[in-house]
């Protein structure tokens, strides 16, 4: 059995700081074979830098993104040199970086797949469509997709689609955590959103009374990381590697 650990959007430098002490613990106590992280936001006010990657992967061996993944002009060249920093797979031919990477572990390979939504989001590339193409090459059962998206139906609707294909399905981006995890067809994990990792009395990550000013006022906000106390939200999963499929899947909060 492979034991992974994915962690839900890490918020800035205390989410950082809070995901390395509380995922190293659980390296040691759980016997965590494999730690994915959703790093787009890492970087205190958003996207992630050189500082912020360097951190995650202290403690991760794959890093996922999302929208923010190109907010800093002067990271993008990591895209191009990191081959477990991924971005969405589903951007245009010819944008620097990659969606998918495979972890040989000898006895068993480990792939990960980064995919972003369209409904309320940039209209990349039809993300049903990608996932197709993307799963004709690869050999490994072993496969989980990071699916960072706005909508709760498309999130669900991918899960579906993917049920039986892939190991598991976990949707990112809202940074609240769902109580949705399920195992589909006996074999694919799943849940709408692994929540966040940063200030749990917050909007997202950001002191609370500048995301109300910005919505009460309807004028420009600049946004800070909260100062409140970190939590830590993910999803481990249980998967045997033989056939992809997912034995357990459960959620954490941890405080």
Do not use: W
């Given at each position: 059995m ?11 430098s ?24 959703n790093?787009?936001n890492?970087?205190d ?26 907010r ?7 895209y191009?040199?990191?081959?477990n920093?991924l971005r969405?797979?589903n951007?245009p031919?010819?944008v620097?970086?990659?969606g998918?990477t ?5 006895r ?6 980064n ?25 490994t059962?072993n496969?989980l ?9 498309e999130?669900k609707a991918?899960?579906f ?8 399905v976990i ?7 769902t109580a ?7 074999h694919?994990g ?8 940063g200030a ?7 002191k ?7 919505q009460r006022y ?21 998967i ?16």
């Open positions: 492979i034991n992974v650990l994915f962690a839900g959007d890490i918020v800035g205390k989410g950082c700081d809070f995901a390395e002490k509380t995922i190293g613990r659980l390296r040691a106590s759980e016997k965590i074979d494999i730690v994915i992280v790093g787009e890492s970087a006010g958003n996207g992630i830098t050189k500082a912020s990657m360097e951190q995650l992967f202290r403690f991760a061996d794959i890093i996922t993104t999302g929208n923010h993944c190109f800093r002009k002067e990271f993008t060249e990591y191009g040199i990191k081959e920093l969405p797979a951007y031919d010819g620097i970086g990659r998918i495979v972890l040989d572990m000898g068993y390979s480990f792939a990960v797949i995919l972003m939504g369209c409904a309320f989001m940039e209209p990349l590339n039809n993300p049903f469509e990608c996932i197709d193409k993307l799963l004709e090459d690869i050999e059962p496969i997709v990071d699916f960072h998206a706005e909508a709760t139906s999130k991918m899960g689609y993917l049920s039986k294909r892939v190991s598991a949707g990112t981006h809202t940074h609240v955590q949705d995890e399920i195992i589909l067809d006996g694919t799943y849940i709408t959103d692994a929540g966040m990792c749990e009395l917050s909007v997202l990550g950001v609370k009374e500048l995301a109300i000013e910005k309807k004028c420009p906000v600049r946004f800070s990381e909260s100062d409140e106390a970190p939590f830590f939200n993910g999803v481990m999963l249980k045997d590697e033989k056939c992809g499929k997912v034995h357990k899947i459960d959620r954490l909060i941890i405080r």
